[in-house]
Nanobody, 119 residues
Framework: VQLQASGGGLAQSGGSLRLSCVAS????????MKWYRQAPGKQRELVAT???????KYVDSVKGRFTISRDNAKNTAFLQMNSLNLEDTAVYYC??????????????WGRGTLVTVSS
């Protein structure tokens, strides 16, 4: 299984970006898709989670500004980021917990996509 993240880039403070993460491979089902981020000099943190039953979870710092969603038919998750601020600058990583045919449940990571917010 491969996860391909895209959509990062440069945004001004107060602006918006939309990240996408596409999962490909012999996927039976995806239980959860998540976005993590890692700012320079900081530990990686969980930003948002979308669960197969429709529930979503967010870290407090992004509540009301970020929205995670998914397209199950396309094994894709999105992270709509609005009202960006300088503290959102980080490398964003996609993560999926998926049931793989013939293998079972595993956790997968995509390569990061850099989000830079300027003042």
């Amino acid at each position: 299984v491969q996860l391909q993240a895209s959509g990062g880039g440069l945004a001004q403070s107060g602006g918006s970006l939309r990240l996408s993460c596409v999962a490909s491979g012999k996927i039976g089902s995806i239980n959860e898709m998540k976005w993590y981020r890692q700012a320079p000099g900081k530990q990686r943190e969980l930003v948002a989670t979308t669960i197969s039953d429709g529930r979503t979870k967010y870290v407090d710092s992004v509540k009301g500004r970020f929205t995670i969603s998914r397209d199950n038919a396309k094994n894709t998750a999105f992270l709509q980021m609005n009202s960006l601020n300088l503290e959102d600058t980080a490398v964003y990583y996609c993560n999926a917990i998926a049931n793989i045919y013939g293998v079972g449940i595993n956790t997968f990571w995509g390569r990061g996509t850099l989000v830079t917010v300027s003042s």
